[in-house]
């Protein structure tokens, strides 16, 4: 048995999820293997995808590896950050720069710097409810240049406690030890299998532990540096599928 765990945007969403990839994966498990999304998304949204996109999945992995569930939505494995004040370091987030804050817990609350960026849906830090904790916190910056000076921020000021996963423009903040090597650990764990039955597949700077710690593919729309840490690059999760499948 192998364990298939791949990124979701930029990697089994990229060139659409068509009749062609959705046959690989269903080759692929009548094999006697397992697939499952990996990915920096909520739980909230991951536990749809399978169904919307008529995907067949084992298992899927949110919050960059801090949440393991089932297809059904059945959380086998979470890790909570208690040792974060989360309003506290929502404060500390806007002080860096960021104008809105993604927080992940139970709920799920987009917390807004400024009153006249409100949508339907938002809160200001003062209107938001009690957060005892969270799976992950994201924040969204100008360009890149900007991620990565939040990124060491965070770095310098919770290093002991988090730690931030760049995505281009995008920060997914997780409790320290959570990556997504940590969540297909854990996947394996649940399947009895061994480190050299997964494989991993990605695209972006997020993919990075997976992708080196595990047997790995890179997209070749991916980074660079996915791509020079990889042992493969492929063009799709289909042709992986069946290099694999030889």
Known sequence: MKILGSDYDGTLRYGGIDDKKREAISLWRKKGNKFGIVSGRGHHFLSEEPKKCEIEC??????????????????????????????????????????????????????????????KGDCLLKDAPPIPFFYQVSVQLKDNEDAKRVVKLIEKDFGDKLTPLQNGICIDIVPKGVNKAFGLMKVAEIYGAAHDDIISVGDDVNDYAMIKEYRSYAMANGVDLIKSTATFITESVTDLIYKELE
């Not at 393991?68 to 909570?80: C, D, Q, Y």
């Not at 002080?95 to 709920?107: E, K």
């Open 58 to 119: 084992d298992f899927l992995v949110a919050y960059n590896g801090g949440m393991v569930l089932t297809p059904e939505n059945e959380i086998l494995f979470s890790v909570k950050c208690f040792d974060v004040e989360p309003i506290s370091f929502v404060e500390k987030l806007f002080y860096y720069g960021c104008d809105f804050v993604h927080m992940n817990n139970d709920d799920y609350f987009k917390i807004r710097k400024y009153e006249k960026d409100l949508e």
